[in-house]
């Protein structure tokens, strides 16, 4: 089912698919962040502390969970016409090879002004055990289409 802006409200959900984070996929990312920070390559060097903490072995990148919230919103938002225009998001728990995470989100609020509608949404990225490895707000544009005269 297509979501518009006028049947949606206030606490509906928003979901996206599963992925399942390898050594392989992390690889994968490194190669097209071109970020090859050691923390996401190297055990050796994670079994240290780093800064005040000890991961005790390598992490997915941050941004991979951005992209998953982006790719959910693009495709919830897209058959609808509408746009993807911000997303803010902070990294509360580290993801490791074996994860399965998932993206979701809540409608929280929704605006319409004289040139466009606006939908904020609640986004986070929930790990197999549904703790939130990654929180954020995101906001989705509806355009107000011009009528034919």
Known sequence: MIVTFETMAAGDAVNGPAFAVSRESIRLFCDASL??????????YMKGSFGKTSFGGIIMHGMNNFGLITRMLTDWAEP??????????????????GD?????????AKQATVKSRWVLIDVMVLNQNDEKVAI????????VMAKAG
């Open 35 to 44: 970020d090859y920070n050691p923390l996401h390559l190297d055990d050796e």
């Open 100 to 108: 399965t995470i998932r993206p979701t989100g809540i409608v929280k």
């Open 136 to 143: 954020g707000e995101a906001m989705v544009e509806f355009p």
């Open 80 to 97: 609808a016409g509408a746009i993807h225009r911000r997303l803010e998001t902070r990294w509360v728990k580290p993801v490791k090879p």
